[in-house]
């Protein structure tokens, strides 16, 4: 009775208690005819009553999109438009594969997410060529208050792998220890494609290979809470506009959570036409620049959009 009190109006409270109703249990189930016959209200009294009854007693709700903010489960991708694109950035607990052609950003996209979570912790696998070391220092000075006492990649594990047997044993054994010891927000694997397309000639080994490095790099990131993210290579396609896939076929797609696809346009701009700022990214003011796409090509909880961008010295930068 007290909540009723403290709730409902001093008027309506009066003839509510009268009645013999001390719950909102007791309004929420009564109906509107049976509360009017015992209190003598007004149709529009009894509603009011009714909305104030369920207002209090109801849970609150959430839309996912503010469960997803409140849960912090996105790492971000150190551009903010992009992770405007992705809600937030790279999903944690889930495995996100870049692709595209050579050249089309895709391992800078993932040295750019890497430094921005230097901070938090990286893991950086790579199976074709070496860490590009001197690209993620440039990398640092997106940052503010850029150090050049600060060892932005003290917390950057990098590893260099060239086989498939190695990529699955460093998956099921280093890289468990490894965090177990630290907390990294961020995996990345660049290319999940490489050591996959060279040594198989068992096509039904090499997808229960697969099958078992996404599995495991699943459980990996819902165990500790950070994202993965892989590069994968594109092989031709000859339907459709679009002339490319990625590889590694179905066994691989059907364990990817959000795909994203790089590629270049036949647009181009020019120096000239950027913001000061970024025209000072440039080392030659004369030049133009190709314009790249990122496009969203499927995902649980994203829309099929997409952006353009430009590579600078310091990174992705977009472009209208």
Known sequence: MSNLKNVLPPRIFE??????????????????WDIKKLTNL??????????????????????????????ELRVKTGCVEIDELLMGGFRRGTLTEIYGESGSGKTLMAIQAAAHNSAAGCVFICTEDLFPVKRFAQMKHRFPNVSSKHDYGKNVYIEHITEAQNLLSCVRVSLPKLLEKNKP??????SVAAPFRSEYS??????????????????????????????????????????VLPTLGLAWSNMVSTRLWLKKTNQSVHISHLPMENREKFRNTEQSVVVRKLSVIFSPDLPNS??????TSTGIQTVN
């Open 15 to 32: 003839v509510v208690e009268r009645a013999g109703i001390s719950t909102f249990k007791q309004i929420m189930i009564l109906s509107v």
């Open 185 to 190: 927000a961020l995996i990345v694997i660049d």
């Open 42 to 71: 007004r149709t529009d009294d009894i509603k009011f009553l009714k909305n104030v009854a369920a207002d209090y007693i109801c849970p609150i709700s959430h839309t996912c999109d503010k469960l997803l903010i409140e849960n």
């Open 202 to 243: 068992n096509y039904v080994q090499r997808a229960e290979d697969l099958r078992e490095l996404a599995i495991s790099l699943i459980t990996l990131a819902q165990k500790y809470t950070l994202a993965v993210v892989c590069i994968n290579q594109v092989t031709a396609s000859f339907d459709g506009a679009d002339n």
């Open 306 to 311: 997409s952006l353009k961008f430009i590579i």
